[in-house]
T-cell receptor, first 117, second 119 residues
Framework: QQQVKQSPQSLIVQKGGISIINCAYE??????FPWYQQFPGKGPALLIA?????SEKKEGRFTISFNKSAKQFSLHIMDSQPGDSATYFC????????????????FGKGTLLTVNP | DAGITQSPRHKVTETGTPVTLRCHQT?????MYWYRQDPGHGLRLIHY???????DKGEVSDGYSVSRSKTEDFLLTLESATSSQTSVYFC??????????????????FGAGSRLTVL
């Protein structure tokens, strides 16, 4: 059972274009939604994260859009650069049975982004 | 990588042999995790630890065991390696909390990975 569905699997964008990666979730207990960026041969690194009390969060060229009613969130990379070429993972975590965090991140399957010069 | 060291970084072994991967942290974080990464599957949680001798299973725990006898070390053991366990294994520590994203924010920092090939 895949709790976080990510699309597309791969994406090719021209330099200067907008990259958009989408994720959907089913578990309404999720309340923290990060995006991770991974370069070849490296571990994933936190890029940006959002909580469901806001609909958008922007950090530089990276923006998360969040739609709570649709249970979807997306990553937008504006003015995409060749250096942005990497694998991107969305993830989610939420409350455990006792109401506190369950301290586990569930990841999507990843999107390989290639930005052509 | 932010005080996390994984060893070995690369290992080739044969089916049926035991394998232990080590994750060492220098920052005294309570929560540690083992994930595996496979093409088409993303990152999947194997086991995690919430303190010394306190561990729990993730979504793909079959065939794996873990131990945490010291805060700084989290070991992942494959008792009898199989070809399906060929993968890249990542250790992570949790840096969540009020200062780094709010209560309940699971900010994970990953190690550089251990590539395991089981022939």
């Amino acid at each position: 059972q895949q709790q976080v569905k990510q699309s597309p699997q791969s994406l090719i964008v021209q330099k200067g274009g907008i990259s958009i990666i989408n994720c959907a979730y089913e578990n309404t207990a999720f309340d923290y939604f990060p995006w991770y960026q991974q370069f070849p041969g490296k571990g994933p690194a936190l890029l940006i994260a959002i909580r469901p009390d806001v609909s958008e969060k922007k950090e530089g060229r990276f923006t998360i859009s969040f739609n709570k009613s649709a249970k979807q969130f997306s990553l937008h990379i504006m003015d995409s650069q060749p250096g942005d070429s990497a694998t991107y993972f969305c993830a989610a975590s939420g409350r455990g049975a006792g109401g506190g965090s369950n301290y586990k991140l569930t990841f999507g399957k990843g999107t390989l982004l290639t930005v052509n010069p | 990588d932010a005080g996390i060291t994984q060893s070995p970084r690369h290992k080739v072994t044969e089916t049926g042999t035991p394998v232990t991967l080590r994750c060492h942290q220098t920052e005294n974080h309570r929560y540690m995790y083992w994930y595996r990464q496979d093409p088409g599957h993303g990152l999947r949680l194997i086991h995690y630890s919430y303190g010394v001798k306190d561990t729990d299973k993730g979504e793909v725990s079959d065939g794996y065991s873990v131990s945490r006898s010291k805060t700084e070390d989290f070991l992942l053991t494959l008792e009898s390696a199989t070809s399906s366990q060929t993968s890249v294994y990542f250790c992570a520590i949790r840096k969540g909390g009020l200062k780094t994203g709010g209560s309940g924010a699971n900010v994970l920092t990953f190690g550089a990975g251990s590539r395991l090939t089981v022939l």
